[in-house]
């Protein structure tokens, strides 16, 4: 497991409690999908309810939802795949769609993608089993985005290590109860987020937890950044 790092301790406060006003506010059961708007210039915060338990997030142009985030132009426009404060998520168009405000963890994937039943089948054996790919197209579809169409994901909390001889293969999460991420829109967005249902590997710890997303406004001069946020560095990817 990857090695968290002493930082500014954050314990003193709440991340229930958002910096302005709250736009939404809504506790993902495990294994379930969520869906909805974020106007450009509010913060969408994702947190780990009980910790060790990884959100699929993916991002579409509200206006246009043809354009649709990238995993390939964020890591190479942040030359980096250890995505954390400062760091922005692209569109496939190379367009500003989300920037990472405040992260109390540091650890993050852009490399795995999403579950599928197809990945599942051959990996593990398993047919017809719950998965992100799945729970993002059932929440996207009724804003006309099918299947094929669900761009690969940047997995919150997810603990996906590189080795030294290149070899990738996905580790429990290092996130802890309270821990989150906020991320300020850069355009006006349609947000989808699975909360994982993977129990074939380690993703989750093996056991599937909440997720709590809260979208709010920030208040006047914060800048759209969180209470006080933790940067942890843990070793083992480029970028750190």
Not at 5 to 27: H, I, K, Q
Not at 111 to 120: E, P, Q, R, V
Not at 122 to 142: H, I, Q
Request: aromatic share 8%.
């Amino acid at each position: 497991m990857e090695a968290r790092l002493a930082g500014t301790d954050a314990s003193t406060s709440s991340p229930e409690r958002a910096p302005g006003g709250v736009v939404a506010d809504y506790v993902m059961a495990p294994g379930t999908p969520w869906a909805g708007p974020v106007t450009r210039g509010h913060v969408l915060r994702l947190i780990a309810v009980e910790g060790q338990q990884v959100g699929d997030f993916v991002c579409f142009n509200l206006r246009r939802p043809d354009e649709k985030f990238s995993p390939p132009n964020t890591a190479i426009l942040n030359k980096t795949v250890r995505l954390t404060i400062g760091h922005t998520l692209y569109s496939d168009e190379a367009s500003a769609m989300f920037t990472i405000v405040a992260d109390s963890v540091g650890l993050h994937d852009v490399l795995a993608g999403a579950c599928s039943k197809y990945t599942n089948k051959l990996r593990y054996g398993v047919g017809d089993s719950a998965n992100c790919r799945d729970n993002l197209a059932s929440v996207l579809e009724p804003y006309g985005i099918g299947w094929k169409d669900v761009p690969y994901a940047f997995n919150i909390f997810m603990n996906v290590p590189i080795g030294a001889d290149n070899s990738v293969k996905i580790e429990e999460p290092i996130s802890r109860a309270g821990d989150y991420i906020d991320l300020r829109a850069e355009m006006d967005c349609l947000v989808a987020i699975s909360n994982c249902p993977q129990v074939l590997n380690a993703c989750n710890a093996y056991r599937l937890k909440p997720l709590r997303v809260i979208v709010y406004e920030p208040a006047e001069g914060s800048g759209g950044r969180g209470d006080h946020p933790r940067r942890i560095h843990a070793p083992g990817l480029p970028g750190t």
